[in-house]
């Protein structure tokens, strides 16, 4: 194929990919971002629009207590928080996704990497709050949280 008949091509792809865009709305144009956490590997991966951006060490349910499957999307957000239902601990960046689960930082990073929580997803605090300011800067509406197996 020559170099016209590729750039060719390729102006009918992107004049389809803006066709279709246009078409469905705005929100075809948000970032979306995703965090997928894997309770078999203790890690969650990031991603902004399909390409991975970060990769981290998570605690998650110890045994006796459960992390919630499934996807989900960002329900409430704090910056500082402190668990109602465990001694007041502290749950820095706090990104509530179930009911009262969420993702926040602990200072319990020795044990990132294995279950130690009462549910939630623990994160080492900076990677909490790199999370958390991609949740707010592109918005709940456009952030999904899928908890695997």
Known sequence: ???????????????????????????????????????????????????????????????GYRTPTGTFRPTRMYKRYYSKKYHHSPMPWSVFFYHGYAIHGTTAIRHLGRPASHGCIRLHPENARKLFDLVKEYGAENTTIVVTR
């Open 1 to 63: 194929m020559s170099f016209f008949e590729r750039l060719s091509v390729m102006a009918a792809v992107v004049s389809l990919s803006l066709g279709l865009i246009l078409s469905s709305g705005a929100n075809a144009l948000a970032t979306q971002v995703t965090a997928i956490v894997s309770l078999q590997d203790q890690e969650m991966k990031v991603t902004v629009n399909g390409w991975r951006r970060y990769s981290w060490k998570v605690s998650t349910a110890r045994r």
